[in-house]
């Protein structure tokens, strides 16, 4: 989990809320990724960024949005939660995302939408 | 249809076994496969990776895959307690580096 930090690490919320998620890494990775872990799915992609303002969608993004304005920060939203979105959230970060294998996970976000 | 399947155990063993720990996947495009380990209430790391069919060894760890078959294999030799964790596999395609597919995961118990 080195230089990797999710905030914040555990959230209960109620459904209909916005919620944002933080991901900070001190690495200067240019690629970032945002996953979601369920019993039965493993780790699902929901969106990445590959630079600056740069990202794309991925398996599951429906419900979500993000944003990176700056390297070292990338941040998940939920406009309006639900609770099929109660999760466990992982933000990862790779130095050459698109010619590597090697992706680097941050400790995890736990979020209940009650 | 998921784009890799995995059998979620548990297993549990005796320490000093050998394990194996297996995955199927759906699509030949797939290239490149991996296996994380994942304590409880922690990230992923990556423990293996491969490319190519045939074994890969690296220590007590060997990686296998079988690209005719669809099949890939983790073994631990002389597993160890400190083994006890979740193992993902993860498989990704030539076309977009990117989009890694995981398994489910098999959490794995190593009884001393």
């Known amino acids: 989990d080195a230089g990797i930090t999710q905030s914040p690490r555990h959230k209960v919320t109620e459904t209909g809320t916005p919620v944002t998620l933080r991901c900070h890494q001190t690495?200067?990775?240019?690629?970032m990724y945002w996953y979601r872990q369920d019993p039965g799915h493993g780790l699902r992609l929901i969106h990445y960024?590959?630079?600056?303002?740069?990202?794309d969608k991925g398996e599951v993004s429906d419900g979500y949005s993000v944003s990176r304005s700056k390297t070292e920060d990338f941040l998940l939203t939920l406009e309006s939660a639900t609770s099929s979105q109660t999760s466990v959230y992982f933000c990862?970060?790779?130095?050459?995302?698109?010619?590597?294998?090697?992706?680097?996970f941050g400790p995890g976000t736990r979020l209940t939408v009650t | 249809q998921k784009e890799v399947e995995q059998d979620p155990g548990p297993l549990s063993v005796p320490e000093g076994a050998i394990v194996s720990l297996n995955c199927t996947y759906s699509?030949?495009?797939?290239?490149?496969f991996m296996w994380y380990r994942q304590y409880s209430r922690k990230g992923p790391e990556l423990l293996m990776y491969?490319?190519?069919?045939g074994n890969k060894e690296d220590g007590r760890f060997t990686a296998q895959v079988d690209k005719s078959s669809k099949y890939i294999s983790l073994f631990i030799r002389d597993s160890q307690p400190s083994d006890s964790a979740t193992y993902l596999c993860?498989?990704?395609?030539?076309?977009?580096?990117?989009?890694?597919?995981f398994g489910s995961g098999t959490k794995l118990n190593v009884k001393p």
């Open positions: 990862a970060i790779s130095a050459q995302g698109g010619q590597t294998y090697e992706q680097y």
């Open positions: 690495e200067n990775h240019r690629y």
């Open positions: 960024s590959y630079g600056v303002k740069d990202t």
């Open positions: 699509n030949s495009a797939f290239q490149y």
């Open positions: 491969t490319y190519s069919s």
């Open positions: 993860a498989i990704v395609g030539r076309d977009n580096f990117n989009k890694f597919y």
